[in-house]
């Protein structure tokens, strides 16, 4: 259950709560006929699993998680947003080779990443990653961080990563050295 969802209903109950109450009353088997085409059940969240997924060590800043997303179901899935207790915002991420010096440059990825039926999508250093904008506490080597997924029709999973550390690629997952520039914008 994504918070934004909680947010939203815990809101909606507020302002609606004796609707809400009569609307359930009234039709207590509203859903009870939902019946998918697939023999998994339709939610994303239930088709996706990850597997090696892990988080660059970082005392403060940014850092980036990676991991291989799969898909079992036999529909596309896409991953449109994620977050964790670690970070104040998580974001997923592309990077792109700069038109003019070849440099790579990271940037949120449009409409998120889509995992193929029967499929699996590799986040890895130096292609698509869920980074980490501002951590809230150090991401210490051996520790474990959870990472919630959220996809395209609300439904979400939380996956454990393990921190581990990464000096690797020439992409700058963490503002160590310059001024972050390779950022973007
Ligand atoms: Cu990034």
Not at 68 to 96: K, M, W, Y
Not at 108 to 117: N, Q
Not at 155 to 161: D, G, L, R
Request: aromatic share 4%; hydrophobic share 40%.
């Amino acid at each position: 259950m994504s918070v934004s969802f909680a947010g939203r209903a815990a809101r909606a109950r507020r302002l609606t709560a004796i609707a809400a109450l009569s609307a359930l009353a009234l039709f207590p088997v509203a859903c009870s006929s939902d019946s998918g085409s697939s023999a998994i059940s339709g939610k994303a969240a239930d088709q996706v699993s990850m597997n090696d997924q892990w988080i660059k060590a970082a005392d403060s800043g940014m850092s980036a998680a990676f991991g291989t997303l799969n898909n079992a179901g036999d529909q596309p899935v896409q991953l449109v947003a994620a977050s964790s207790p670690a970070s104040a915002r998580v974001e997923i991420h592309e990077v792109v080779a700069d038109a003019a010096g070849g440099d790579k440059t990271m940037r949120p990825k449009e409409g998120g990443l889509t995992i193929p039926a029967h499929g699996s999508w590799t986040l890895e250093p130096g292609g698509e990653h869920l980074m980490f904008m501002d951590l809230k506490q150090p991401l210490r080597t051996g520790s474990e961080t959870p990472i919630t997924l959220v996809f395209s029709d609300g439904s979400s999973t939380t996956v454990t990563a393990q921190v581990r550390d990464f000096a690797g690629g020439k992409e700058n997952y963490a503002p160590t050295t310059g001024d972050n520039a390779a950022h973007g914008g």
